[in-house]
């Protein structure tokens, strides 16, 4: 497990360029929600903007996924282990061209079971622990502000602050067996499954077949929980928060990498379950 971490870390680091369609991505994602923002008015204009939006994130997606997968089977079939995969930007084109359709689908199906556990853990939560007594709009406009937080906070009871605890454990509980549960889904449609449905059963099952899956899960979220101290403390300072802004996201490119390099490694090498007879088209 500690070797698929160094490897990994060896992989991004000789293939920076990977962070290239990420933070170009991201950039291009915030203008367009900027222009949108301002040009969103009516029902048919709102319907575009979601389209595209979709199409946008579901091509990145097809390409940097594909572009990732590329470099880790170059690394894996090299002689040299540190030798770089010269060419991913190419790999990402061809990555959209193969992929793009599943990826439409994956992004539909993430959303739709994304609400569908949503609204199951909100239900729950009102029958376990009952409402805080916090209307939708004073919590968003408490947002927009530390100070507005604060004051909203010490306008709480203890009783209500005990239930904004309990609120929070429950969607944080929630959210960490999701994402456990999905964690190998993009990466199943690249490997076993076009289709995102059956990919999605198998990035379950894998859970189940591959216990040491949740080290690994639990590896990430630490090394995510130490990333984000790391932001706070630094957050005050310009010039350290932009470093630590452009390490977490060589910090998420590190973690895909990861997880394609733990599927080549230790799922697909090990497991009769996933051969070339079982891709599906």
Same mark, same amino acid.
């Given at each position: 497990? !500690?070797?698929?971490?160094?490897? $990994?870390?060896?992989?991004?680091?000789?293939?920076?360029?990977?962070?290239?369609?990420? +933070?170009?991505?991201?950039?291009?994602?915030?203008?367009?929600?900027?222009?949108?923002?301002?040009?969103? %008015?009516?029902?048919? $204009?709102?319907? +575009?903007?979601?389209?595209?939006?979709?199409?946008?994130?579901?091509?990145?997606?097809?390409?940097?996924?594909?572009? *990732?997968?590329?470099?880790?089977?170059?690394?894996?079939?090299?002689?040299?282990?540190?030798?770089?995969?010269?060419?991913?930007?190419? =790999?990402?084109?061809?990555?959209?061209? +193969?992929?793009?359709?599943?990826?439409?689908?994956?992004?539909?199906?993430?959303?739709?079971?994304?609400?569908?556990?949503?609204?199951?853990?909100?239900?729950?939560?009102?029958?376990?622990?009952? $409402?805080?007594?916090?209307?939708?709009?004073?919590?968003? $406009?408490?947002?927009?502000?530390?100070?507005?937080?604060?004051?909203?906070?010490?306008?709480?009871? %203890? =009783?209500?602050?005990?239930? !904004?605890?309990?609120?929070?454990?429950?969607?944080?509980?929630?959210?960490?067996?999701?994402?456990?549960?999905?964690?190998?889904?993009?990466?199943?449609?690249?490997?076993?499954?076009?289709?995102?449905? +059956?990919?999605?059963?198998?990035?379950?099952?894998?859970?189940?077949?591959?216990?040491?899956? *949740?080290?690994?899960?639990?590896? !990430?979220?630490?090394?995510?929980?130490?990333?984000? *101290?790391?932001?706070?403390?630094?957050?005050?300072?310009?010039?350290?928060?932009?470093?630590?802004?452009?390490?977490?996201?060589?910090?998420?490119?590190? *973690?895909?990498?990861?997880?394609?390099?733990?599927?080549?490694?230790? !799922?697909?090498?090990?497991?009769?379950?996933?051969?070339?007879?079982?891709?599906?088209?």
């Amino acid at each position: 497990m !500690i070797k698929i971490f160094k490897d $990994s870390l060896k992989i991004s680091y000789s293939n920076i360029i990977m962070a290239t369609p990420l +933070l170009v991505f991201l950039l291009l994602l915030n203008v367009y929600l900027v222009i949108a923002k301002n040009a969103v %008015k009516a029902l048919p $204009s709102t319907i +575009l903007f979601c389209v595209t939006l979709l199409l946008m994130v579901s091509a990145f997606l097809a390409g940097w996924l594909y572009m *990732i997968k590329s470099a880790v089977g170059a690394y894996n079939n090299s002689t040299e282990a540190d030798s770089e995969y010269t060419g991913l930007l190419k =790999e990402f084109l061809v990555g959209i061209a +193969l992929n793009i359709k599943s990826f439409l689908g994956f992004c539909l199906l993430y959303l739709l079971i994304a609400d569908i556990v949503f609204i199951s853990v909100y239900n729950v939560g009102l029958k376990l622990i009952g $409402s805080i007594g916090i209307s939708v709009t004073q919590f968003v $406009s408490a947002t927009e502000a530390p100070v507005a937080m604060q004051a909203l906070l010490e306008s709480l009871t %203890k =009783e209500q602050l005990l239930k !904004i605890n309990y609120w929070y454990l429950l969607i944080f509980l929630a959210v960490q067996i999701f994402s456990l549960f999905t964690m190998f889904w993009p990466v199943e449609i690249l490997y076993s499954a076009k289709n995102p449905i +059956l990919a999605l059963f198998k990035s379950v099952f894998r859970v189940f077949l591959h216990p040491k899956v *949740i080290l690994l899960f639990l590896g !990430i979220n630490l090394l995510n929980f130490v990333l984000m *101290i790391f932001n706070y403390i630094t957050m005050f300072n310009p010039i350290t928060y932009f470093v630590m802004t452009l390490v977490y996201f060589y910090f998420i490119v590190y *973690i895909f990498v990861l997880l394609f390099l733990y599927y080549e490694e230790k !799922i697909k090498g090990n497991s009769n379950s996933v051969t070339d007879s079982d891709r599906q088209d």
